[in-house]
């Protein structure tokens, strides 16, 4: 019996005055139906990969015309200042500041709010969230700092943050907005960016225009359609020497050619997974995929996520961006945090004992060797 195909409807219709429907925070969640190897095909309302990425990716990348800096007032200073050293603990990409900034600027023109009388209704802090709105506590929504945490990496699967997509960074700053639930014009949306990124030049002169500038990278690599597509979208970052690692590879050039014998193929979560990544670092070098396909018995035997079930529910990944792993390691948390959001609730990731837990909402932990991020879909839940 063909393997069951699951449409799931994204909306992704982006712009001022619109919403960011489902939004890909839910996307690999709704992509659990069955544990096997499903072709997953997605129904957009707009062409793969949005159009309006498409179109913006279609250029160089640009900046604002350099422009005098202006000094900020002592109160709106120390609100940038806040912002910037929070996005800064999350991540070490400098976007992550600029479109935290242009959220506050747009919101509240970087001011904090203040009232006697506060409700569930109330816009709160610098970005104007309400408690009834899902985004937290109103004392989380006061604290700039845990505000700022909460827009960029969500406060629920309901309420997505502006990284919660792995092409964030290649978005335009009305795409950030529209997000998190600012939905303004385009001189609005204008106007705060260009005052974030002139907080910037006044708190962080270091910067260059070469680390803000929105729209230059635009290498993502859409994480929808079936098996076959996935692998296609992996061997080309194969090919550009991107997503490097051991023979295992080879499994993935046999799922994108149709010659992937059985119990040689690989779960589509996990090349989803390995699309993520992707987004988000130069180079993945992987290590392990289907031990079914090459027999291998290693670590946890049959009951290992490798082999169990037909095997290729699981991957380990050993370096990012050339540098080593251990499960604990800066790089290995950026990797977890990002994919916390977007696996589904039974997800595993190994190297418990490698690290001190953030503390996952999706991700249950277990006990591996530090040499390796093992990630794996052979446990997870049939949905959010």
Same mark, same amino acid.
């Given at each position: 019996?063909?393997?069951?195909?699951?449409?799931?409807?994204?909306?992704?219709?982006?712009?001022?005055?619109?919403?960011?429907?489902?939004?890909?925070?839910?996307?690999?969640?709704?992509?659990?139906?069955?544990?096997?190897?499903?072709?997953?095909?997605?129904?957009?309302?707009? !062409?793969?990969?949005?159009?309006?990425?498409?179109?913006?990716?279609?250029?160089?990348?640009?900046? !604002?015309?350099?422009?005098?800096? &202006? !000094?900020?007032?002592?109160?709106?200073?120390?609100?940038?200042?806040?912002?910037?050293?929070?996005?800064?603990?999350?991540?070490?990409?400098?976007?992550?500041?600029?479109?935290?900034?242009?959220?506050?600027?747009?919101?509240?023109?970087?001011?904090?709010?203040?009232?006697?009388?506060?409700?569930?209704?109330? !816009?709160?802090?610098?970005?104007?969230?309400?408690?009834? &709105?899902?985004?937290?506590?109103?004392?989380?929504?006061?604290?700039?700092?845990?505000?700022?945490?909460?827009?960029?990496?969500?406060?629920?699967?309901?309420?997505?943050?502006?990284?919660?997509?792995?092409?964030?960074?290649?978005?335009?700053?009305?795409?950030?907005?529209?997000?998190?639930?600012?939905?303004?014009?385009?001189?609005?949306?204008?106007?705060?960016?260009?005052?974030?990124?002139?907080?910037?030049?006044?708190?962080?002169?270091?910067?260059?225009?070469?680390?803000?500038?929105?729209?230059?990278?635009?290498?993502?690599?859409?994480?929808?359609?079936?098996?076959?597509?996935?692998?296609?979208?992996?061997?080309?970052?194969?090919?550009?020497?991107?997503?490097?690692?051991?023979?295992?590879?080879?499994?993935?050039?046999?799922?994108?050619?149709?010659?992937?014998?059985?119990?040689?193929?690989?779960?589509?979560?996990?090349?989803?997974?390995?699309?993520?990544?992707?987004?988000?670092?130069?180079?993945?070098?992987?290590?392990?995929?289907?031990?079914?396909?090459?027999?291998?018995?290693?670590?946890?035997?049959?009951?290992?996520?490798?082999?169990?079930?037909?095997?290729?529910?699981?991957?380990?990944?050993?370096?990012?961006?050339?540098?080593?792993?251990?499960?604990?390691?800066?790089?290995?948390?950026?990797?977890?945090?990002?994919?916390?959001?977007?696996?589904?609730?039974?997800?595993?990731?190994?190297?418990?004992?490698?690290?001190?837990?953030?503390?996952?909402?999706?991700?249950?932990?277990?006990?591996?060797?530090?040499?390796?991020?093992?990630?794996?879909?052979?446990?997870?839940?049939?949905?959010?």
């Amino acid at each position: 019996m063909a393997a069951p195909m699951l449409a799931v409807k994204v909306v992704l219709a982006i712009g001022p005055k619109k919403v960011l429907g489902g939004a890909l925070a839910l996307l690999l969640g709704g992509l659990v139906a069955t544990a096997a190897l499903p072709a997953i095909a997605i129904t957009l309302f707009v !062409p793969t990969g949005s159009a309006l990425r498409q179109a913006h990716c279609a250029s160089l990348g640009t900046v !604002p015309a350099e422009q005098p800096t &202006g !000094p900020l007032v002592v109160a709106e200073q120390l609100l940038v200042s806040a912002i910037v050293d929070a996005a800064a603990a999350i991540t070490p990409e400098p976007m992550a500041k600029l479109a935290a900034l242009t959220a506050a600027y747009a919101a509240s023109n970087m001011t904090a709010s203040t009232t006697d009388t506060i409700t569930d209704d109330t !816009p709160l802090g610098v970005y104007r969230r309400t408690v009834r &709105g899902g985004w937290g506590t109103a004392e989380q929504l006061q604290d700039t700092a845990t505000a700022t945490a909460l827009i960029l990496t969500g406060s629920s699967a309901n309420r997505p943050g502006i990284m919660s997509d792995p092409a964030w960074i290649d978005e335009p700053a009305g795409w950030w907005l529209s997000t998190i639930g600012i939905h303004a014009e385009a001189p609005t949306v204008a106007g705060a960016e260009a005052s974030a990124r002139n907080a910037l030049a006044v708190v962080e002169p270091e910067l260059t225009d070469e680390q803000l500038t929105v729209g230059a990278a635009c290498n993502y690599l859409p994480i929808d359609g079936d098996n076959r597509e996935l692998a296609l979208r992996l061997v080309s970052a194969m090919d550009e020497g991107r997503l490097v690692g051991s023979d295992y590879l080879q499994q993935l050039r046999n799922v994108a050619n149709g010659t992937a014998l059985a119990d040689c193929g690989i779960d589509s979560r996990i090349m989803q997974i390995l699309l993520v990544a992707l987004n988000t670092f130069k180079q993945v070098a992987v290590s392990d995929l289907n031990r079914r396909c090459t027999g291998s018995l290693e670590g946890a035997g049959e009951n290992s996520s490798h082999y169990r079930d037909g095997g290729g529910m699981a991957v380990d990944i050993y370096a990012l961006n050339g540098s080593s792993v251990t499960g604990g390691d800066g790089l290995s948390l950026q990797l977890l945090a990002l994919l916390d959001s977007v696996v589904p609730p039974g997800s595993r990731a190994g190297q418990s004992n490698c690290r001190n837990s953030p503390g996952f909402a999706h991700f249950d932990e277990f006990e591996d060797t530090c040499n390796h991020v093992h990630i794996d879909v052979a446990y997870a839940n049939p949905g959010l």
